[in-house]
């Protein structure tokens, strides 16, 4: 059962998201190909999601264009709303620095590398084992959960999924938003922990 001071993270991949920095804010979904996406989810984990979890126990990692990763740890000054976020993003790509992000140049493969060294990881996706029975596995101080954005994984994410053979697990049937997965999770932990 996880303890307050247990990690869950979330691995976002957008494999075209620009990494240059340079969206319209007026036009995210175009102009950002879809850091939209990114911004609801982000608020979805550190604003509305949470109810009895500590912020500080929830990350989020979303690779970009599959060149670097940007982290979000909890901070008291995140902004709500996806302009707010957009404008953050927008600023650490292009150099400047935000006390809730980092950035690290690298792939998919060497984030996954790198995080399954310290945490469990599962790949979301409908048509895995469900949620409720693996429940009881989720046990070690970290985990992180795997989605893809609108259109699910691309052909390469499925080849690192392949190749470090990460489980997959479901909500359901039902295709639900990335942010209301990431709601969904937080939401079934925090039973386990009342
Ligand atoms: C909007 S969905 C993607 C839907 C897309 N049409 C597809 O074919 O995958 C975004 C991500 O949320 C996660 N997801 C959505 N519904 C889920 C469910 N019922 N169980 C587990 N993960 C889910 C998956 O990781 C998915 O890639």
């Known amino acids: 059962m996880p303890r307050q001071s247990n990690l869950i993270r979330f691995i976002l991949i957008f494999p075209n998201l620009p990494t240059s920095g340079k969206f319209i804010l007026k036009d995210l979904p175009g102009s950002g190909k879809r850091i939209d996406i990114l911004c609801r989810c982000l608020d979805a984990c550190f604003k509305w999601g949470p109810n009895i979890l500590n912020n500080n126990t929830l990350e989020i990692v979303a690779i970009l264009s599959n060149e ?12 709500l709303g996806e302009v707010g976020w957009a404008k953050e993003i927008s600023n650490v790509l292009q150099e400047g620095s935000c006390p809730f992000i980092s950035k690290t140049y690298e792939n998919l493969d060497t984030l996954v590398k790198r995080i399954r ?14 949620f409720k029975g693996i429940l009881n596995r989720i046990s070690h101080s970290q985990n992180s959960f795997m989605l893809g954005n609108n259109r699910g994984f691309d052909s390469y994410a499925y080849e690192v999924i392949k190749k470090y053979q990460i489980p997959s697990m479901s909500l359901g049937d039902t295709s639900y938003l990335g942010s209301h997965c990431i709601a969904l999770v937080i939401a079934q932990l925090e039973r386990l922990i009342t």
Do not use: A, C, N, Y
């Open 117 to 130: 060294r310290i945490s469990d990881i599962w790949v979301m996706d409908e048509e895995g084992v469900s």
């Open 68 to 79: 670097l990763s940007l982290t979000f740890t909890s901070h008291k000054d995140m902004p």
